[in-house]
C-alpha cells in the first residue's frame, strides 16, 4: 500500500474543494486550481479531510494512488501560501529589471530578452541579479522559472548565465597554459 497515498489531506480553513464529473476545484485565497483525477482514483471529502483511495492492487493504479494524493495536495499550498522560484543572474553585464509586467533581461546578446507575466504568475525582481517567480500552480511556476533559466543556462567554465539560487554549478578547468 503506497506510504503517500494513505495520507489524509487536511483541507485548510478558507478553502473550498468540489468534485464534479471526475474533476476537482480548489478554491482559496491565492486563486483557483482545477485537476483532472484519473476515474480508477476514488476520492472522497468529508468533515475537512479528503482521502483517496484505489481499487485493487495494479501496478497503474498503485502508481495513480500516491501522484493523485501528492496532486491534491500541492494545490492545497498552493491555494493557501503559493509556490515560489528563485533565480539568480551572473555574470558581467548580466541584469534584470521589471518594466511594467515585462521582464527585461539583458543576458549579453545583441537585444534584451523580454518575458511577460501571465495571469497566474507574477515575476519580481528584488535587485538587478535576482528574479523571483510566484504563483499558486506549482507545475506552473517551476515551468515558467525554466523558461527563464533557458534563455541564458549557466556555463561550467566562470558561472555565467541564470541558475537557480539552490543549484550547484559544477566548474570545469581552464584550458591548460604552456609550461
Request: aromatic share 4%; charged share 30%; no cysteine.
Amino acid at each position: 500500500m503506497s506510504r503517500i497515498g494513505r495520507k489524509p489531506i487536511n483541507i485548510p480553513a478558507g478553502v473550498e474543494v468540489k468534485l464534479e464529473n471526475g474533476v476537482m476545484t480548489v478554491k482559496g485565497p491565492k486563486g483557483t486550481l482545477t485537476q483532472k483525477i484519473n476515474p480508477n482514483m476514488a476520492v472522497e471529502i468529508n468533515d475537512g479531510i479528503i482521502e483517496v483511495k484505489r481499487p485493487n492492487d495494479e501496478k497503474q493504479n498503485r502508481s495513480l494512488h500516491g501522484l493523485t494524493r501528492t496532486l491534491i495536495a500541492n494545490m492545497m499550498v498552493g491555494v493557501t501560501e503559493g509556490y515560489k522560484k528563485e533565480l539568480q543572474v551572473n555574470g558581467v553585464g548580466y541584469r534584470v529589471q521589471k518594466q511594467g509586467k515585462q521582464l527585461v533581461m539583458n543576458l549579453g546578446y545583441s537585444h534584451n530578452v523580454v518575458m511577460e507575466d501571465t495571469e497566474d504568475i507574477t515575476i519580481e525582481v528584488p535587485g538587478p541579479n535576482s528574479i523571483i517567480v510566484h504563483g499558486a500552480d506549482k507545475q506552473k511556476v517551476g515551468q515558467f522559472a525554466a523558461e527563464i533559466r533557458e534563455k541564458r543556462p549557466p556555463e561550467p567554465y566562470k558561472g555565467k548565465g541564470i541558475k537557480y539560487v539552490d543549484e550547484y554549478i559544477r566548474r570545469k578547468e581552464g584550458k591548460a597554459g604552456k609550461k
